[in-house]
């Protein structure tokens, strides 16, 4: 759980019209964490990472989350939580001296109405992965992880691409699939009890497909509805009211609307993720 430094830091980083960057740069940098600034496209991103050179044979993890909100937002949900578990999980993996993991908290995923995926940071971000070194890397997405008790392993870019099947399209779906079959195998060595496979209606992985790259988002959802949610897909109907998202990017989106499990499941599961060889 929480300490009281990133109890502090999560309060100042969700109050509306905070400063979010520089709240979190300003956090980072005091911690033991050592910080990097990556500016693509006069978009900054902020990278974490070990301390050791990279096992060159052993395949990176990269663990992304957007640190930015709507105007107006508290943005508690989307995405201060995966911000604060991404952080509480790199300073475990710091601890234990874990290899060839990184983290990215990135800009502009809240796109503005009208604009197109291109704007999006992520978009900017995986055009610039060759320069970085992390064009093969495995790379996961944490988008609104602060509410429930359920895993959301999303399927959404199946969806997305289902009238559009080209070879490519094809490969980049295949290789999220492997993704998709790591993050499953790691909730089972966890002991995640509640993991559902559904397509979600958010998040940077539209911006990787962009950019020709590849990379699976993950959230969280209250158990009552993930389970209105999966009713509704597997009868084919359209997506029903989810109140988790209906918060999100509103003036709803409040420390108030979060739950604890999340602060709990989310770190453990991303520690995993990096921490397994394979």
Sequence with gaps: MMDITEQRFFHQFTEINAHRFNILWEYLEGSALSPKIITLNQTQ????????APHRREQQKVLIAHYDCVSGSPGANDNGAAVLQLIMAAKRLLKEHIPNWYILFTDKEERKAGSSISS??????????????FESAHCYIFDACGRGNTLIVSTALEELARNAMT?????????????????????????LRKVLLLPTPFSDDLG???????AQTI???PEEEAQNLLQHHRGGLPVPSIPTW??????????????????????DFAYALCANSR
């Design 45 to 52: 991103h902020i990278l974490l990472g070990p301390k050791q």
């Design 246 to 267: 209906q918060y999100m990017n509103t003036p709803l989106d409040r420390l108030e609307t979060l739950t604890a499990e999340g602060f709990s499941i989310i770190p």
């Design 120 to 133: 999006q940071g992520s978009y900017f971000l995986a055009q610039g992965f060759k320069t970085i070194g």
């Design 167 to 191: 070879d490519p399209m094809a490969d980049r779906i295949l290789q999220t699939r492997k993704l998709r079959s790591y993050a499953l195998e790691t909730a089972r060595l966890l002991l």
């Design 219 to 221: 959230t969280m959802l």
């Design 208 to 214: 990787f497909l962009s950019a020709g790259l590849t």
